[in-house]
């Protein structure tokens, strides 16, 4: 097989790798492919070998770096808790246990009056707890 259609391999994988949803698999067979064509410009190996090198490097890789690619991957989210003891505003007059917006640091939240007594469109609350993306809210 020539260098260029293991090339050619490796890019389709890491193509297949882009378009399909998360498993990290064919990312590490492409790079594997990418390095056997540089075996194969060299004319070091016999074409069997280069099969041979291409799954145990692809397994290898697999094995060796999926989880720390995985790892980095992910995406770090703020936790949501920081948000406790923050300070909202009613966009709109709530009744005790009524759903409806509040403004937090810029962004119009979901909110929960955790109160007995209603709160008005305006008024200082408190972040109580976090629910999901619900802020439970009392007056300060």
């Known amino acids: 097989m020539s260098w260029w259609l293991w090339v050619l391999l490796g890019l389709a994988l890491l193509v297949v790798e882009m378009v399909t949803p998360g ?44 989880k720390p690619v995985q790892a980095r991957l992910q995406t770090r989210s703020a936790p949501m808790d920081d948000l406790v003891g923050e300070v909202a505003v009613p966009l709109e007059d709530l009744g005790p246990n009524a ?20 709160l008005v469109r305006g008024q200082r609350c408190q972040v109580q707890r976090v629910d999901g993306l619900t802020l439970w809210i009392r007056p300060e």
């Open 23 to 66: 498993g990290l698999f064919a990312l590490f067979f492409g790079l594997s492919a990418l390095i056997v064509s540089g075996v194969e410009a060299l004319g070091i190996a016999p074409p069997w070998l280069e099969w041979l090198l291409f799954a145990a490097l692809g397994v290898a890789l697999l094995l060796l770096l999926r």
């Open 99 to 118: 759903t409806g917006k509040a403004e937090l640091r810029g962004t119009s939240w979901t909110v929960r009056n955790a109160g007995e007594t209603p």
